[in-house]
C-alpha cells in the first residue's frame, strides 16, 4: 500500500479534470446567462460570478477540511438540515406556490439544495461504517437505515411542494443504494415494485376508463397540477394552452435552435419571454436555442467529463465513506442533469429542478460546488492518508 | 463499530463505479439522442413554430375614400371621435377606483358601469392586453375632463379614432348609405381563400348607397406589418421606444374618392323649398340622366346609424309609419295621375287614334259601357284638341284615346320609356314599378282585362305605378326627344390624389321614334300648363326662361261621393301631388320631378318646389360661368303673358291647383356681426 500512495504523491492528487470540466461548465453558464437575462432584465450573470466565487471559497474550505472531522460532523450537518427543513415550514417565504425558502436580511437561502448534500454524507458514513466483507450484498434489513436516512428529507421536500427536487433526491438514494450492492431478494421486489408502479401509472392514466366510475389507485390523490403535468407528459397534446403550454414553448425553443442555433442574445423564444423561468428551471432551452445541437452537445460532454471525473475520485478513494460520498455527489449531478434536459426537451413531465452550474441561483451554485468541494477533499485526503 | 480508515475497505466498489459510470454515459446519450430528434429532425417544424410566435400582423388601416358633390365639395369623410380604451391587464383596481371615476366624468348609470365593468372582467388571458371600448363619441369636455385625471385612470387610453362622418346628416341619406360593422357570415364570403383576407371582425362596411355600392373603390387595401410580440402578446419597442417590426411589411392602400354628379348647394335648394313631410324631389342633366340634387324625405341620420344607433332607435326607426329607411325616390311607386298623360298622348298620336288637331267634347266625364269616369273638371272643358288636353289635364279626351286604341299601345309606349322596369340608378335599392297591359291584367286581375282598365291607365290610375327616379327619366325623354337615359348619380371615381381614375359617360337606354310635329306638340303642351293661364301649374312660371311641366294629382283613396279638401282627410288618404317638369323647354338642360306625398294638388303642392329649384338651377349656373369665365348665355325668356279674358270652355277651377299653396320663401340674407355672433 505504501507503494502505491508513494505513487500517488504528486500534484495529480488534485482533480484537474474535474476543476477543469466544472470551471469551464459555469463559464458556459455565465455566457449563457448574459442571454437569458438580457435587457430589459437584471444583469444576473454579475450575480452569478459572485455565486461562483461564494461557492468557490466555500469549497475550498469543504476541500481542507480534515477528512475525519467531515465524517464526525456528518451526523450534525444532517440533522441542522432537517431542522431546516421542517423549520421552513413555520417560517419559510413562499414562492411559486412552495415553501422553499428562507430569507435571511438580503439572502434567500434553499434549504433542500444543502440537505441533498447531508443526506449524501449520511448514507455514506453509514455504509462506511455497516461494512461487512464477509456479507457483501445488502438485504433488507441493511437497506432499511440508508432508506429511512434518505427517505425523511425527501418526503420534507416533497410536501414543501418540491417534486423535482424530492424525485432528485428519490433517483440519487436508489442510485447509491444499487451502488451499494443489494442482495438478489431486494433485486426481485424492487423488479416488482416497478412492474406495479407502472401498472398503476397505466391504470391511472393510460387505460381508457368512463370518466364517471372511474378507478384510480394514486391518481385522485395528487394535486390538480401535479396530475396535470403527468397527463401532459403522458400525451403532450392534451392542454396545449394549459399545462402543457409552458412544456410546449420549451420543445419550440429547443427544436428550433437547429444544428447551429440561432445565435447568442438572437433566441427568440427567449428574447420574447416565452419560457418560463427561463434563467432557472429553463436555463438549457436558451442555451439549445440560441447555440444549436453542437454546442449542445459539447455541454453533454461537459457534463460526462464532471461526472466521469467524479467517479474517478471515487475510484481513488480509499475508504468507502469517500466512494459513497463521491458516487453520491455525481449521481446527484446526473439525475439533476438528466431530469433537467428530459423535462426542457419533453422526454419527462415539467418539475422544478435546476441545471447544475448553468441555472441561475446561489443556493444550487452553492451546493454543487460543495460537492465539488467534497470530491476534491476525498480526492486529497488519499494522499494525506497515504502519509 | 469499524473504525475509520481500517477495515472499510474500497477495492471492491471498483468494478461497480464502472458500472455506474456506463450508466452516467448512457443517460446522457439517451439526452443526446432525444435532442437529435427535436433539434435535427424536427428543426423545421419547430422553426416554423418560434417564427409563428414571434410575429404578430398588425393591420394598417386604409383611409376610407371620400364622396364629394360635382364641385368636390366633401359630403363624407371622417371626423376624429373621442373614444375611451381600456386594457384590462394594466387597469389596476379597474372596478373599485377606474371604473367609478369614468363614470363620474361620463355620467354612466349603474347599469352603463356594471356593463363595462363586465366586459373588463370577461377578458382572460392574453386578451387581457387588448384594448376594449369602453364609451365613443364623448365630448370634448368629457375628454379633457378625463385626461386631466389620467395618472389616477391606469390603463386606459384616450384618443381620437376616426369615424366616418355624413357632413349633411339626412340629406342624401339613402343614396350616401351608411356604414356598420360586419357580420361572420360576410367575412367568410368575401374573404375567399386568400391569405391576408380583406375584412375582419369588427371592420365596418358600406351598408347601402354609395357606401355600399362603391365599397370596393372606396374602401382601399389596407396593409400590413409584422409586429415583434412577446409571450403575453405585448408589442415589443426597442430601446429608444420605437416598435420593433419583422421583414415584410406593405403599405395600405387608401381608398379612392367618389365624386357625384350632384351639387350640394342645388341639393341644398331642394331640401329647403320641399314643404312635404314625405316625397321625393329629383333634379336631372336633361340630356345625360345625371342627377343633380335627389331629396327622398324623410330620412334617417347616417351619423346615427353608422355605428352609433341603439337597438331601441332602430326599432323606433323601422316602427316609423313614415317610414324614413324607404328610399322613396326610386324604392317606393305611386299612381303617376296626370302626368302620365304624356305617355298616352304619344301613344294615341303613333297609334293614330288622335291626330294634334282632333278634338275630344269633355263634359265633365266619359260614359263606357253603363259606367261614366268622372273628368277632375265636373262642369266639363267643353272641346279639347290634345294641347289644351294635356294644358288642363282633361280627363276626357285620354278616356277617350283609351278607349279607341285599348291598354297595349300605351303599355307599350311606357315600357319604351322605361316604365315597369327598374330604372338602374344602381347605388340603391329600387323597385320596377307596374306598367299594365291586358296582359297582366288577364293574369292578376280578377275576371282579365276590360276596357276600363285603359281608361284607368290612360289618366296614371289604375295598375301603373311609377317611382319619381322612372318618372325624372321619362320627362328627360320626353324633353330630349326621346332619348331615355339610364339615371346615374357618380359622376367619376378618383385617386386620392385627384387624379380620375373612372369616368362614367351617359348610358343612353335606348330612343323613342317620335316626329318632329309630335315632339313640338308635346312641348308646346307642357309649356301651355306652366306658361299660359288657365294651365294647372301656371303660378309656377318664371320670366326669365320657359319651364315645360306637368301637374299629377294621384288619387290614393277610393273617391267618395262627396269631395273633400285635403284638410279634411286622414293624412294617409289624402292624394299625392305630382309635377314633372324640364328647362328651358326650348333646348331641355334640367329635369325635375317631385313627389309631395299625401300633399294634395300637385299644381299647388309639388309645382312650386320645382320652381325654386330651376330658379337656383339657372342662378347657380350664372354664377359658375362668371366664376369660370365663360360666356353666360341666358336662357329665352318665355312668350309674354296677356290675361285675356279667361277661356270660356274652362272656367277657372275652384279646385285649380294652381290658385293655392307655395314655397316656403327663400331664408333671408342675415348680416352677420364681424364678431361672429350666433345666429
Avoid at chain 1, 433526491?169 to 451502488?179: D, I, S, Y
Avoid at chain 2, 268622372?374 to 267643353?382: A, T
Avoid at chain 2, 293655392?660 to 364678431?675: F, I, L, M, R, S
Wanted: aromatic share 8%.
Amino acid at each position: 500500500m505504501m507503494e502505491l500512495s508513494a505513487e500517488r504523491r504528486s500534484v495529480s492528487q488534485m482533480p484537474w479534470l474535474l476543476l477543469l470540466t466544472v470551471v469551464l461548465t459555469t463559464a458556459v453558464g455565465i455566457y449563457n446567462l448574459a442571454s437569458a437575462s438580457r435587457p430589459p432584465s437584471s444583469p444576473m450573470w454579475a450575480s452569478q460570478i459572485a455565486y461562483f466565487f461564494i461557492g468557490s471559497a466555500i469549497a475550498v474550505v469543504v476541500a481542507w477540511i480534515d477528512p475525519k472531522l467531515l465524517e464526525r460532523l456528518a451526523i450534525p450537518i444532517y440533522l441542522v438540515n432537517l431542522g431546516a427543513l421542517v423549520a421552513l415550514k413555520f417560517f419559510g417565504h413562499k414562492a411559486k406556490g412552495a415553501e422553499s425558502w428562507f430569507i435571511v436580511g438580503p439572502v434567500r437561502v434553499q434549504p433542500a439544495e444543502f440537505m441533498k448534500i447531508g443526506m449524501l454524507l449520511m448514507m455514506a458514513k453509514y455504509f462506511h461504517d455497516d461494512y461487512r466483507p464477509q456479507q457483501p450484498t445488502y438485504g433488507f434489513l441493511r437497506l432499511i437505515p440508508p432508506a429511512v436516512i434518505a427517505l425523511i428529507p425527501t418526503a420534507l421536500v416533497l410536501v414543501q411542494p418540491d417534486l423535482g427536487t424530492a424525485l432528485m433526491m428519490a433517483f440519487t438514494t436508489v442510485t447509491v443504494l444499487v451502488f451499494a450492492r443489494p442482495s438478489l431478494t431486494v433485486w426481485i421486489v424492487a423488479g416488482v415494485l416497478a412492474i406495479g408502479s407502472v401498472g398503476v401509472l397505466w391504470n391511472d392514466y393510460v387505460r381508457v376508463q368512463n370518466t364517471e366510475q372511474r378507478f384510480t389507485i394514486i391518481r385522485h390523490k395528487l394535486k390538480k397540477h401535479q396530475d396535470a403535468r403527468i397527463t401532459g407528459w403522458l400525451d403532450p397534446t392534451s392542454d396545449l394552452k394549459g399545462s402543457n403550454y409552458h412544456a410546449m414553448q420549451s420543445k419550440i425553443a429547443v427544436g428550433s435552435g437547429g444544428v447551429n442555433g440561432k445565435g447568442w442574445m438572437e433566441g427568440t423564444q427567449t428574447g420574447l419571454r416565452y419560457l418560463p423561468e427561463q434563467h432557472t428551471d429553463f436555463i438549457f432551452s436558451v442555451f439549445a436555442e440560441e447555440q444549436g445541437y453542437l454546442k449542445c452537445l459539447g455541454l453533454l460532454v461537459l457534463y460526462a467529463g464532471i461526472l466521469l471525473a467524479a467517479l474517478g475520485v471515487a475510484a481513488g478513494a480509499k475508504e468507502r465513506f469517500g466512494a459513497f460520498v463521491a458516487v453520491g455527489i455525481a449521481a446527484m449531478i446526473f439525475w439533476q442533469v438528466f431530469e433537467n434536459i428530459g423535462m426542457v426537451t419533453g422526454l419527462l413531465p415539467i418539475t422544478g429542478i435546476t441545471l447544475p452550474l448553468m441555472s441561475y441561483g446561489g443556493s444550487s451554485m452553492v451546493s454543487v460546488l460543495i460537492g465539488i468541494g467534497l470530491l476534491i477533499n476525498i480526492s486529497l485526503k488519499r494522499q494525506r492518508s497515504g502519509l | 463499530m469499524i473504525k475509520l480508515g481500517q477495515k472499510s475497505d474500497a477495492k471492491d466498489l471498483k468494478t461497480r463505479i464502472i458500472g455506474v459510470g456506463v450508466f452516467f454515459v448512457a443517460g446522457l446519450l439517451v439526452l443526446s439522442i432525444n435532442l437529435y430528434r427535436l433539434m435535427v429532425v424536427r428543426y423545421e417544424e419547430f422553426n416554423a413554430l418560434s417564427v409563428d410566435n414571434q410575429f404578430k400582423d398588425v393591420r394598417l388601416r386604409a383611409p376610407r375614400g371620400l364622396i364629394r358633390d360635382r364641385r368636390g365639395e366633401v359630403l363624407v369623410d371622417a371626423r376624429p371621435s373621442l373614444d375611451v380604451f381600456i386594457t384590462p391587464a394594466f387597469c389596476q383596481k379597474c372596478p373599485v377606483e377606474v371604473l367609478p371615476r369614468i363614470a363620474e366624468v361620463l355620467q354612466w348609470d349603474e347599469e352603463q358601469r356594471l356593463k363595462v365593468e363586465a366586459m373588463v372582467k370577461a377578458a382572460h388571458g392574453p386578451q387581457r392586453y387588448q384594448p376594449l371600448i369602453a364609451a365613443v363619441d364623448i365630448s370634448r369636455d368629457e375628454f379633457d375632463q378625463l385626461l386631466a385625471k389620467q395618472f389616477l385612470l391606469p390603463g386606459v387610453d384616450l384618443e381620437p379614432v376616426p369615424h366616418r362622418s355624413y357632413r349633411a346628416g339626412p340629406t342624401l341619406a339613402h343614396i350616401l348609405g351608411y356604414m356598420n360593422e360586419i357580420t361572420q357570415e360576410e367575412i367568410t364570403k368575401l374573404n375567399g381563400m386568400v391569405e391576408r383576407p380583406p375584412y375582419a371582425l369588427g371592420d365596418y362596411i358600406g351598408r347601402r348607397g354609395v357606401e355600399r355600392s362603391f365599397e370596393h373603390a372606396i374602401r382601399g387595401n389596407d396593409g400590413w406589418v409584422k409586429h415583434v410580440v412577446n409571450a403575453r402578446g405585448e408589442v415589443m419597442r426597442d430601446v429608444r421606444g420605437n416598435i420593433l417590426r419583422g421583414g415584410q411589411s406593405e403599405a395600405p392602400t387608401p381608398g379612392k374618392n367618389v365624386v357625384l354628379s350632384l351639387d350640394a348647394r342645388l341639393q341644398a335648394e331642394a331640401e329647403r323649398a320641399f314643404p312635404g313631410t314625405a316625397g321625393a324631389v329629383i333634379a336631372m342633366e336633361t340630356k345625360t340622366g345625371f342627377i343633380r340634387a335627389m331629396v327622398s324625405r324623410p330620412a334617417f341620420d347616417p351619423n346615427e346609424m353608422t355605428g352609433r344607433v341603439s337597438p331601441k332607435r332602430l326599432f323606433q326607426l323601422n316602427q316609423d309609419p313614415l317610414q324614413p329607411m324607404v328610399f322613396r325616390a326610386g324604392a317606393e311607386h305611386y299612381h303617376p295621375g296626370s302626368t302620365f298623360k304624356v305617355v298616352t298622348l304619344l301613344a294615341a298620336l303613333q297609334a293614330g287614334v288622335m291626330t294634334p288637331t282632333s278634338t275630344v267634347n269633355c263634359s265633365g266625364g266619359y260614359t263606357l259601357g253603363s259606367r261614366r269616369w268622372r273628368c277632375h273638371n265636373e262642369r266639363g272643358h267643353g272641346s279639347v284638341d290634345a294641347k289644351r288636353a294635356l294644358q288642363v289635364s282633361c280627363d276626357t279626351y285620354f278616356y277617350r284615346s283609351a278607349d279607341l286604341m285599348g291598354i297595349d299601345p300605351i303599355a307599350s309606349m311606357g315600357k319604351l320609356f322605361g316604365l315597369g322596369a327598374v330604372a338602374n340608378l344602381g347605388v340603391a335599392a329600387e323597385v320596377p314599378g307596374v306598367m299594365p297591359d291586358s296582359a297582366y291584367h288577364q293574369k292578376y286581375t280578377p275576371g282579365g282585362y276590360t276596357k276600363g282598365m285603359a281608361l284607368n291607365t290612360a289618366i296614371g290610375q289604375g295598375d301603373v305605378n311609377v317611382t319619381p327616379l322612372q318618372l325624372a327619366v321619362l320627362y328627360s325623354a320626353v324633353g330630349n326627344k326621346g332619348h331615355v337615359f339610364q339615371p346615374q348619380i357618380v359622376q367619376r371615381i378618383e385617386s386620392p390624389e385627384g387624379q380620375v381614375v373612372e369616368s362614367f359617360v351617359p348610358k343612353q337606354v335606348r330612343e323613342i321614334p317620335m316626329t318632329d310635329e309630335q315632339y313640338k306638340l308635346i312641348i308646346d303642351a307642357l309649356v301651355s300648363v306652366v306658361n299660359e293661364p288657365g294651365g294647372t301649374a301656371f303660378r309656377t312660371r318664371s320670366a326669365d326662361y320657359t319651364i315645360a311641366g306637368k301637374t299629377g294629382t294621384a288619387q290614393v283613396a277610393k273617391l267618395g261621393t262627396v269631395r273633400l279638401k285635403k284638410e279634411q282627410m286622414d293624412y294617409f288618404e289624402r292624394d299625392h301631388a305630382w309635377f314633372a317638369s324640364f328647362a328651358p323647354a326650348e333646348d331641355p338642360e334640367l329635369t325635375v320631378i317631385v313627389l309631395n306625398e299625401h300633399g294634395g294638388h300637385g299644381g299647388s303642392d309639388a309645382a312650386p318646389t320645382a320652381a325654386a329649384v330651376f330658379a337656383k338651377y339657372f342662378e347657380l349656373k350664372k354664377a359658375d360661368s362668371f366664376a369660370l369665365g365663360e360666356e353666360w348665355v341666358p336662357p329665352k325668356p318665355p312668350k309674354p303673358v296677356f290675361y285675356s279674358k279667361p277661356n270660356p270652355a274652362a272656367p277657372p277651377d275652384v279646385s285649380d291647383p294652381g290658385l293655392a299653396g307655395d314655397v316656403p320663401p327663400p331664408p333671408e340674407a342675415t348680416v352677420q356681426a364681424p364678431t361672429g355672433a350666433p345666429r
